[in-house]
T-cell receptor
Framework: GAVVSQHPSRVICKSGTSVKIECRSL??????MFWYRQFPKKSLMLMAT?????????EQGVEKDKFLINHASLTLSTLTVTSAHPEDSSFYIC????????????FGEGSRLTVL | GQQLNQSPQSMFIQEGEDVSMNCTSS?????WLWYKQDPGEGPVLLIA?????ELTSNGRLTAQFGITRKDSFLNISASIPSDVGIYFC??????????FGKGTSLLVTP
């Protein structure tokens, strides 16, 4: 299947700092990427949908100024958690759908963010 | 997005047993997907279903797309310890993000 790579896999930061997480599609062009957040033992919650070259669409309750998403190319989307707080600690997962629109999503490995 | 109803929430079985889990929705989906997630990892796609009534196998895994397009099941035959993990169902309508079930946690004892 298609490969989506996410970096970093783990990050620990101090409260008040910003953290950037990258999501790359390695062997296909991802016209649309999705960012999910997952709390321990819970399902994945969609945060936002980003289309290459346009502004991301955020789900209700997700602060767009808090979680900045950039999808500048067909192979890269970034999520920046700004002014991080301990409650932002979570597992963030990106996914991508390629051209052809089969409905399949391929996921990155996830990034574990811990805010001290 | 809409939350799918996935059951059971957890299963604790012995190696060699068969496993069945299912997902239902009040809405119709064009695609049903089953993922497995290991701790600290992103979900990995197991099986994708595209047509109502479709029955698809992937090794010891078999999944079906319900005829009403509102449900799907996943069966695992002759379970082995490495089947341990959380299994998520997901429904999709082309071009839209997935709607996930809450997951089924599977534990397999040798």
């Amino acid at each position: 299947g298609a490969v989506v790579s996410q970096h970093p896999s783990r990050v620990i930061c101090k409260s008040g700092t910003s953290v950037k997480i990258e999501c790359r599609s390695l062997d296909f062009q991802a016209t649309t990427m999705f960012w999910y957040r997952q709390f321990p033992k819970k399902s994945l919650m969609l945060m936002a949908t980003s289309n290459e070259g346009s502004k991301a669409t955020y789900e209700q309750g997700v602060e767009k100024d808090k979680f900045l998403i950039n999808h500048a190319s067909l192979t890269l989307s970034t999520l920046t958690v700004t002014s991080a707080h301990p409650e932002d600690s979570s597992f963030y997962i990106c996914s991508a759908t390629g051209q052809g629109d089969t409905g399949e999503l391929f996921f990155g490995e996830g990034s574990r963010l811990t805010v001290l | 997005g809409q939350q799918l109803n996935q059951s059971p929430q957890s299963m604790f079985i012995q190696e060699g047993e068969d496993v069945s889990m299912n997902c239902t929705s009040s809405s119709i989906f064009n695609t049903w997907l089953w993922y497995k997630q290991d701790p600290g990892e992103g979900p990995v796609l197991l099986i994708a279903l595209y047509k109502a009534g479709e029955l698809t196998s992937n090794g010891r895994l078999t999944a079906q797309f319900g005829i009403t397009r509102k449900d799907s099941f996943l069966n695992i035959s002759a379970s082995i310890p490495s089947d341990v993990g959380i299994y998520f169902c997901a429904g999709s309508n082309s071009g839209y993000a997935l709607n996930f079930g809450k997951g089924t946690s599977l534990l397999v004892t040798p």
